[in-house]
């Protein structure tokens, strides 16, 4: 089992930033890829970002390309998405995920999930 816990949302100002960490536990999280995505309110859930295990191959939301970077310490388990010039758009919950795989393609689904943190942008 995989075990994964966002922190770091809360209420920014448009223009502002933010930086979301997962903390992950459980078999070898170190060794699957991992990736953030985001639901805001009355809408699906959509891809945000993801890099592979040693965060070699990264991909972002066209979106967020720009604005946002992934990165990962496998050292500390951790997973971080910074996110810069935050507009009233990207207001949404935003979810921590991890991969069965090392590298993960923008088909494959993943396999765990975190509970998610709010990420309010005002404007």
């Known amino acids: 089992q995989v075990q994964l816990v966002e922190s770091g949302g809360g209420l920014v100002q448009a223009g502002g930033s933010l930086r979301l960490s997962c903390a992950a536990s459980?078999?070898?999280?170190?060794?699957?890829?991992m990736g953030w995505f985001r639901q805001a309110p009355g809408k699906e859930r959509e891809f945000v970002a993801r890099?592979?295990?040693?965060?070699?191959?990264?991909n972002y939301a066209d979106s967020v390309k720009g604005r946002f970077t992934i990165s990962r310490d496998n050292a500390k388990h951790t997973v971080y998405l910074e996110m810069t010039s935050l507009a009233p758009e990207d207001t949404a919950v935003y979810y921590c995920?991890?991969?069965?795989?090392?590298?993960?393609?923008?088909?494959?689904?993943?396999?765990?999930w975190g509970q998610g943190t709010q990420v309010t942008v005002s404007s």
């Open positions: 995920a991890a991969y069965s795989a090392m590298v993960a393609s923008a088909t494959m689904r993943p396999g765990y």
């Open positions: 459980g078999r070898t999280v170190s060794e699957y890829a």
């Open positions: 890099l592979s295990w040693n965060g070699g191959y990264i």
